[in-house]
């Protein structure tokens, strides 16, 4: 298995910037894709953003796009998540997620994960 922590969430103004960690241990050279996942309150576990640890090649959740970057240094088992133009609509816990072994045509999407972080919180206000 893989265990996963992320870290980094806190309160910002609208405009700000937040930087969101992921730390795995594990099993982690099975893993194959990492994702950022957030829920907002009375909403469903949304994706936000995903790398695949091989190529790099990502995938951006349209509300994201040219706003977050994701990366990932494999070497440091870590993944990261560079918020910018931070808005009040992306209040929310953030999580990572990581799969392991193959490969999905769904990145985005919560039931493709296996291994999850614990969340961290993130506050915009405006």
């Known amino acids: 298995q893989v265990q996963l922590v992320d870290s980094g969430g806190g309160s910002v103004q609208a405009g700000g910037s937040l930087r969101l960690s992921c730390a795995a241990s594990?099993?982690?050279?099975?893993?194959?894709?990492v994702g950022w996942f957030r829920q907002a309150p009375g909403k469903e576990r949304e994706g936000v953003a995903a790398?695949?640890?091989?190529?790099?090649?990502?995938f951006y959740a349209d509300s994201v796009i040219g706003r977050f970057t994701i990366s990932q240094d494999y070497a440091k088992t870590m993944a990261y998540l560079e918020m910018n133009s931070l808005k009040p609509e992306d209040t929310a816990i953030y999580y990572c997620?990581?799969?392991?072994?193959?490969?999905?045509?769904?990145?985005?999407?919560?039931?493709?994960?296996?291994?999850w972080g614990q969340g961290t919180q993130v506050t915009v206000s405006s």
């Open positions: 790398v695949y640890i091989g190529d790099g090649s990502t």
């Open positions: 997620a990581a799969r392991q072994y193959s490969g999905t045509s769904r990145p985005l999407i919560r039931n493709e994960y296996n291994n």
């Open positions: 594990g099993y982690t050279d099975r893993i194959v894709l």
